[in-house]
């Protein structure tokens, strides 16, 4: 299966007017925004857990990282309520579960062999958001790796992000309010990829929030099919 798989091409998705497409696990639903590949793939999704979803141990070969939109996902490590980012690297384990119920969005497959680092980052605290230099505009780096950069972007009402190279290419979910550049409006629930070039200006009328992820679309890692299983050292 293939949905926006063309890293090359500029992609923009509503979530909140897609269907809700059961998974092969009871209680889980999805709503796919990118995917390369059929059940194993590489993929970026809104996902639903019904209340008392829970899972049997497995390994994330390829990665796992998931911000959590509403609820709480929990698992061995812990419980990880609204608003955090979570990181699973390549070859962990977990059996997660939800009490609850909650909604992710999840990226798989996106991951490097050698990034090795768990993250765990409420991201509603915001004493963790340095001033980011430009005015009404705040950020909270949440990871870095090899040229690829992700972090929160807090936009206040009227604040503008100027125009920027993407030597990597970029994409944002907005995970809440909306923003605008010269091709459209993107409210809470879009989700948008910018390929490898330059990104209009984007500014905010009414105030943003966004998960932002900039210079992974140069290299990304192989998918499924080219993936050579990486074992840690532990």
Aim: glycine content about 12%.
């Amino acid at each position: 299966m293939q949905i926006n798989a063309d890293l090359s091409e500029r992609a923009v998705v509503n979530s909140t007017n897609l269907e809700w497409i059961p998974s092969p696990m009871p209680g889980v639903h999805r709503r796919m925004l990118e995917r390369d590949g059929d059940e194993v793939a590489r993929v970026t999704s809104i996902v639903r857990y019904d209340p008392d979803s829970r899972f049997s141990a497995h390994v994330h070969t390829g990665g796992e990282e998931y911000l959590v939109l509403d609820g709480t996902f929990s698992d061995q490590y812990g419980d990880f309520p609204t608003g955090t980012y979570v990181r699973n690297p390549v070859g962990s384990k977990h059996a997660p579960h939800t009490d609850g119920g909650c909604t992710i969005l999840v990226k798989l497959w996106w991951m490097h062999g050698d990034d090795q680092a768990f993250v765990r980052t409420n991201t509603g605290d915001m004493e963790l958001y340095p001033d980011s230099g430009i005015s009404g505009i705040r950020s909270l780096s949440l990871h870095s790796f090899d040229g690829t950069t992700e972090f929160i972007l807090i936009m206040d009402p009227g604040a503008t992000l100027p125009e920027r190279e993407l030597p990597g290419g970029e994409e944002f979910y907005v995970i809440e309010g909306s923003c605008e550049d010269r091709h459209g409006v993107y409210d809470t629930g879009v989700w948008m990829r910018t390929p490898v070039g330059a990104a209009p200006e984007l500014s905010s009328a009414r105030g943003c929030r966004l998960l932002l992820i900039q210079g992974h679309l140069l290299n990304p890692p192989p998918g499924p099919a080219g993936f050579q299983v990486f074992s840690p050292g532990v």
